[in-house]
């Protein structure tokens, strides 16, 4: 018998009626002959509470038990959709991740999923059980519970369905799929019907928020299949794959966005004071991810090294670079604010040659300064002014004809 994974989004659980709804949807699926597996998210504002309860004994709890605390949040989760699910007569057991043989690690501070124990969860399926999985959370080699972080319920899901061999994993959204763009600021953006993880990965990465990349970058290594897809309309979704069909020959399938960004400037008195090595492992070592890197070398001009940060580091970017400056040999470090990036995601732009250009002749036709760009072999992204973002990202939409409607 066929599997399937089924990940669940936070809002579902907002209300009786929701959960309702979203069980009987499993229902059908289940009737379809399928073996079903479902992944519930946490619940955001259940979360904030638990933590709220925590910071109110001490200003310091320890991780361990944060990580306790905030398990417990899916744990409810999973535990009311069972409910609803046996209440119409099928059976269903909640799972924490532990329950359900997820073991993690922690190298770099960063929680990994290393193994999921299949047979625990194909023994529930054997005997006609749906299990309901708390998502992202597990248990460390030291039996203590961990959770995954940022992506970690998407994730769980991905390896859950990569241990039972699954047929694949359907993500459930407020969205009937994956767009071109968003539709909040293009209006004109449409549903893809099938998109390569390559390029799911970059939409992800560079401001899309309909998946987590550590999710994307999993199903890819394991080929296995996602369908974005709607959890109250029965419409086809959004299929990410490896190869696609492609639809119209579109060079460009989507436009993303981030708001936010901020350059950080580093000038040095001389060429021979640069190390952008030290720089960046400074940064890396003090958990500062950056993104598009300009070095400006010119004879007779001082250089400079320029970086886009998001708004979030900002603070403790600052703090690092002064706290190294002496050991690092720059002479300043500037900044400039109220920027955004926009970017242009495609696999047909490999075999296209001068889609960058074309982007920045119609970003110069609509007078948008572009003061940072970066490229990779399907994407190419500029920082422009956050004022100008919504203009930049409807002008591209419709300069690679992604408002023409999709096959």
């Excluded at 069972?82 to 209440?87: E, F, L, S, T």
């Excluded at 047909?348 to 119609?362: H, Y």
């Excluded at 970066?374 to 973002?389: A, F, G, L, N, Y």
Aim: proline share 3%; aromatic share 6%; with cysteine.
């Amino acid at each position: 018998m066929s599997s399937r994974v089924i990940k669940l989004d936070s809002q579902m659980f907002a209300s009786a009626d929701r959960i309702e709804q979203i069980t009987k949807k499993i229902i059908n699926e289940k009737k379809r002959g399928l073996n079903v597996v479902v992944v519930v998210p946490f619940i955001h504002l259940l979360d904030e509470k638990l933590k709220q309860y925590a910071y109110s004994i001490t200003n310091e709890p320890s991780k361990r038990e944060l990580d306790a605390i905030r398990s417990t949040n899916s744990q409810i989760a999973s535990s009311l959709l069972a409910i609803a699910i046996n209440k119409f007569g099928f059976k269903a057991v909640s799972l924490t991740g532990w329950q359900a043989g997820i073991e993690t690690i922690t190298p770099n501070r960063t929680v990994l999923i290393e193994n999921v124990n299949r047979q625990i969860i194909k023994d529930y399926l054997n005997n006609d059980v749906i299990p309901i999985i708390a998502g992202g959370q597990g248990i460390d080699q030291d039996n203590n519970i961990t959770i995954l972080g940022e992506g970690g319920a998407e994730t769980s899901a991905v390896a859950v369905a990569i241990a039972i061999e699954a047929d694949k994993v359907d993500i459930y959204t407020n969205a009937i799929g994956v767009y071109t763009a968003d539709p909040k600021i293009v209006k004109a953006a449409r549903k893809i019907n099938q998109i390569t993880y390559d390029e799911m990965l970059e939409l992800s990465l560079l401001g899309s928020k309909i998946i987590h990349p550590r999710a994307v970058e999993l199903a890819k290594k394991y080929s296995m299949p996602l369908d974005v897809c709607s959890s109250t309309e029965n419409v086809p979704g959004t299929l990410i794959k490896g190869e696609v069909e492609m639809e119209r020959n579109l060079i460009v399938r989507g436009v993303a966005y981030e708001t936010d960004i901020i350059r950080l400037t580093v000038g040095y008195e001389s060429y021979e004071q640069v190390s952008l090595a030290s720089l960046f492992t400074t940064l890396a070592e003090n958990q500062i991810n950056v993104d598009i890197i300009v070095q400006a070398v010119i004879d007779g001009v001082k250089p400079t090294v320029s970086f886009s940060i998001d708004k979030e580091v900002f603070a403790e970017a600052i703090k690092v670079l002064e706290s190294h400056k002496q050991s690092l040999g720059f002479s300043y470090a500037d900044f400039e604010v109220g920027l955004a990036k926009v970017s242009i995601v495609g696999s047909g732009m490999t075999s296209n040659p001068g889609v960058a250009a074309r982007m920045f002749e119609r970003l110069l036709k609509e007078n948008i300064l572009v003061k940072m760009v970066s490229t990779s072999e399907i994407k190419v992204s500029v920082v422009v002014p956050q004022d100008d973002m919504v203009r930049a990202a409807n002008a591209l939409h419709d300069e690679f004809n992604l408002v023409e409607e999709l096959l």
